[in-house]
């Protein structure tokens, strides 16, 4: 079955450490893939997209991801967090249409 | 340009009652995606409209519904709202369709009694 999975529901970091957001999705061909970020009350914003080509893709925010075909990942990863980070992450797959992850919550602190 | 916006931001009703959530895309855009949002089932696809046209549809009760106008904006109806309704309820656009970069709107919370 078609599915994406964000194995962790929360994470906590320090400011100023890096982050690694994990991202797996089970399809039969590569979909494209997507990072959200919502914070509380809002909607979600585009934080990047893989759609072909180089496999490291970078985003707003100095935020990146790394396309891994072999490990079926996208995972996020930051060098240092802001406070201002705290937020949802949401992974996406579009095949058909858009599917998302359960999110992970990133709590950081000072 | 604008960004998308959905009307209303706060919405209470009662179980039994309907209710028609309204989005505007940003202009240009052609296709509308909605999304329910709930802590016990995260982010889920409802449908997609493209050009006024249902181009994709995701698994809900007939209950949910939803149109799209000539210039674009959208709207979504729920009938017979059940307490399970509660959600955050989330309007997208884009150029092309769903598979494509979505801009979302702020959603609309309903909230069911």
């Known amino acids: 079955a078609q599915s994406v999975t964000q194995p962790d529901i929360h994470i906590t970091v320090s400011e100023g450490a890096s982050l690694e957001l994990r991202c797996n999705y089970s399809y039969g061909a590569t979909p494209y893939l997507f990072w959200y970020v919502q914070s509380p009350g809002q909607g979600l914003q585009l934080l990047l997209k893989y759609f072909s080509g180089d496999t490291l893709v970078q985003g707003i925010k100095g935020f990146e991801a790394e396309f891994k075909r072999s490990q079926s990942s996208f995972n996020l990863r930051k060098p240092s967090v802001h406070w201002s980070d705290a937020a949802e992450y949401f992974c996406a797959v579009a095949f058909n249409d858009m599917r998302f992850g359960a999110g992970t919550r990133l709590t950081v602190k000072p | 340009k604008a960004g998308v916006t959905q009307t209303p931001r706060y919405l209470i009703k009662t179980r039994g009652q309907q209710v028609t959530l309204s989005c505007s895309p940003i202009s240009g855009h052609r296709s509308v995606s909605w999304y329910q949002q709930t802590p016990g089932q995260g982010l889920q696809f409802l449908f997609e409209y493209f050009s006024e046209t249902q181009r994709n549809k995701g698994n809900f009760p007939g209950r949910f519904s939803g149109r799209q106008f000539s210039n674009s904006r959208s709207e979504m109806n729920v009938s017979t709202l059940e307490l399970g309704d509660s959600a955050l309820y989330l309007c997208?656009?884009?150029?092309?369709?769903?598979?494509?970069?979505?801009?979302f709107g702020p959603g609309t919370r309903l909230t069911v009694l």
């Open positions: 997208a656009s884009s150029d092309t369709g769903s598979t494509d970069t979505q801009y």
